[in-house]
């Protein structure tokens, strides 16, 4: 585990907002994490070097200049979800300006009336996904019932579906092009950019006006930097870029990703609007304004 008394307090460099909104954190009770960081390091041969546990990366983010947090986790079988979310509902009425994409499985006995409950909190924004680890698809039938109740509600939907750094056959660009096919005003969030299939995911942007993507994991230089198609195209798609650190569950500092976006020298709009107003503005599009936290 990190010693957080020999963090330094870092001032964020360049032109990033006095606070930042990190719009793609992971937080899991602690034995689910050990599960995870242990899973990590055997089936990817990635080891997880910010080993903190929920209140702990709270903490470091917000010495990080870190403001408002939103976190996720996920089910990975049938009965997981209920247990996560009790969790979830807890730590969100004792913590301040943090909000959530809440777990949910299609496996689960009466799974979209216990998700119905869920999302009713005020600062649970909606619901992860993450295709790669649960194994279906995103256009899986059992999740429809799941898609109708996010926009009965104004919630949305956080996807894991691009293939990298890892893929298998129930990620990639043509399987969630299936499902927006469906349903094409889906009210959603693309992890990592959709990395790999960085050029289709980025298409989708110009006919789909409610899909939003996050950076996290797309800018570790040492990973050969996932994304390679130029500060233009981020310039151009600016108001739908969220800010993600992926944070505790990556293989380098966390600080490498933000430096390796500042060194790009966008405009000072690009980072005010990534870094902050665009996740500001889906929060107060997706959570009730006036919500008491205990």
């Not at 996720?72 to 247990?83: D, E, F, I, L, T």
């Not at 919630?155 to 990298?164: M, P």
């Not at 990703?257 to 500042?262: S, T």
Request: with cysteine; net charge negative.
């Amino acid at each position: 585990m990190e010693d957080l008394s020999v963090m330094k307090n870092d001032v964020l460099r360049g032109p990033l907002p006095e606070k930042i909104i990190d719009f793609h954190v992971h937080l899991f009770p602690d034995k689910l994490f050990d599960a995870i960081w242990t899973y990590f390091e055997k089936d990817y041969g990635m080891d997880v070097i910010h080993r903190l546990y929920a209140n702990q990366c709270i903490e470091y983010l917000r010495t990080k200049g870190v403001g408002t947090i939103v976190y996720s986790n996920y089910a990975h079988k049938k009965g997981v979800a209920p247990y996560l979310n009790t969790w979830n509902r807890e730590l969100l009425d004792r913590t301040e300006d943090v909000y959530c994409f809440a777990a949910f499985h299609p496996d689960d006995d009466n799974a979209l009336e216990k998700a119905r409950d869920i999302a009713r909190h005020p600062k649970v924004l909606g619901f992860k996904l993450q295709l790669l680890v649960q194994r279906f698809y995103p256009h899986d039938e059992r999740l429809y019932g799941l898609y109708e109740m996010a926009m009965e509600m104004n919630k949305r939907i956080l996807f894991h579906v691009g293939t990298g750094p890892v893929g298998n056959k129930y990620v990639g660009f043509d399987n969630f092009n299936k499902l927006l096919k469906r349903y094409p005003g889906l009210p959603a969030n693309i992890a990592h950019m959709g990395a790999l299939e960085f050029r289709e995911f980025f298409d989708l942007l110009d006919v789909h006006d409610r899909l939003y993507f996050d950076t996290a994991f797309c800018f570790l230089p040492r990973t050969a930097q996932m994304y390679n198609l130029g500060g233009d195209l981020l310039e151009h798609y600016k108001d739908r870029l969220l800010y993600g650190s992926d944070f505790p569950n990556i293989i380098f500092p966390a600080e490498e990703e933000i430096d390796c976006l500042v060194r790009m020298e966008l405009s000072k709009e690009f980072y005010e609007r990534v870094f902050y107003t665009n996740g500001r503005h889906l929060i107060s599009q997706h959570s009730p304004e006036n919500h008491q936290v205990i």
